[in-house]
């Protein structure tokens, strides 16, 4: 069974910050890239950011470079989205999948966690 937790969304004013968690179950966590996508309203799934297998190499979307940080730590399974100067925009459910940017379509995923960016 593969189960992915997200966790830390919320709501939040333009400028500020969260800090997303996924918990990974079911797989195992230190032998695989990861990735952030989110899902705005009425639209499509649009990949974020990853990181690699040991956390040294991370990429992310046009839309959050210099914003967002991706992070992991292989001993707690866990994966993180440090979330700063949030727009409106960013406003989303937000979802971690296994696999990079190039194969999370293919991973699993949980609930997801809404991040609402609102004056």
């Known amino acids: 069974q593969v189960q992915l937790v997200e966790s830390g969304g919320g709501l939040v004013q333009p400028g500020g910050s969260l800090r997303l968690s996924c918990a990974v179950f079911?797989?195992?966590?230190?032998?695989?890239?990861m990735s952030w996508v989110r899902q705005a309203p009425g639209k499509g799934l649009e990949w974020v950011s990853d990181i690699s297998i040991g956390g040294g190499i991370t990429s992310y979307a046009d839309s959050v470079k210099g914003r967002f940080t991706i992070s992991r730590d292989n001993a707690k399974n866990t994966l993180y989205l440090q979330m700063n100067s949030l727009k409106p925009e960013d406003t989303a459910v937000y979802y971690c999948?296994?696999?990079?940017?190039?194969?999370?379509?293919?991973?699993?995923w949980g609930q997801g966690t809404q991040v609402t960016v609102s004056s």
């Open positions: 079911g797989f195992t966590f230190t032998s695989t890239a």
């Open positions: 999948a296994k696999g990079g940017m190039r194969s999370w379509r293919n991973g699993s």
